[in-house]
């Protein structure tokens, strides 16, 4: 079936740096999400992207949708220490049916911030 | 409002009790999903329902149990687990495909449910 890499695997940065991840697919997505988990807690919607090219912004964050639809980036900028976490990107595969949908997961960017 | 929430938080149960995991959203999402997350792993898709209705089942063992009373509601019954389904447990809803909006699949996730085994 279709798999989502994440790149890079982890990443140890300063405060106040820039951060940016990328996910990549084989197949064609129509949807990115981008999640945030924190230990123990359940993952949290950073953002959502829905067309090809597409660059949305939340607060400090940035993500864009690829133009081939098999890629997508997440940029933190000026990161802070409760950025610290595990960063999901995920998409829904196009071969879905029904009325609900199965999410393929990337395998994940830990994100530590050192001070 | 984009909240998911799940009791209890945590739970400690040995292998011959019998429990059961709760997850209610009030978007009026219609598809809700339990997920099974290891640590440093990303999230294992267990079960589907749309339209309180069963739509994937990701041959889960059964001694996994899912139900969903009403469309806000998901529950998981735990009975004769083993130490190794210690995980975190997730419940998540979206919106249900149907109408045409990939918007509509968008998954939003509660906090969890960390389950230890002995």
């Known amino acids: 079936g279709q798999q989502l890499n994440q790149s890079p695997q982890s990443m140890f940065i300063q405060e106040g740096e820039d951060v940016s991840m990328n996910c990549t697919s084989s197949?064609?997505?129509?949807?990115w999400l981008w999640y945030k988990q924190d230990p123990g807690e359940g993952p949290v919607l950073l953002i959502a992207?829905?067309?090809?090219?597409e660059l949305t912004s939340n607060g400090r964050l940035t993500a864009q949708f690829g133009i081939t639809r098999k890629d997508s980036f997440l940029n933190i900028s000026a990161s802070i220490p409760s950025d610290v976490g595990i960063y999901f990107c995920?998409?829904?595969?196009?071969?879905?049916?029904?009325?609900?949908?199965?999410?393929?997961f990337g395998t994940g960017t830990r994100l530590q911030v050192t001070l | 409002d984009t909240e998911v929430t799940q009791t209890p938080k945590h739970l400690v149960m040995g292998m011959t009790n019998k429990k059961s995991l709760k997850c209610e959203q009030h978007?009026?999402?219609?598809?809700m999903y339990w997920y099974k997350q290891k640590a440093k792993k990303p999230p294992e898709l267990m079960f589907v329902?749309?339209?309180?209705?069963?739509?994937i089942n990701e041959s889960v063992p059964s001694r996994f149990s899912p139900e969903c009373p009403n469309s806000s509601l998901l529950n998981l019954h735990l009975h004769a687990l083993q130490p190794e389904d210690s995980a975190l447990y997730l419940c998540?809803?979206?919106?249900?495909?149907?109408?045409?909006?990939?918007?509509?699949?968008?998954?939003?996730f509660g906090p969890g449910t960390r389950l230890l085994v002995l």
């Open positions: 998540a809803s979206s919106q249900g495909l149907g109408g045409g909006s990939q918007r509509q699949e968008t998954q939003y």
């Open positions: 197949s064609i997505f129509n949807t």
């Open positions: 992207l829905y067309k090809a090219g």
């Open positions: 995920a998409g829904p595969p196009l071969q879905n049916t029904g009325t609900a949908s199965k999410l393929t």
């Open positions: 978007m009026g999402h219609r598809a």
């Open positions: 329902y749309s339209y309180e209705k069963l739509s």
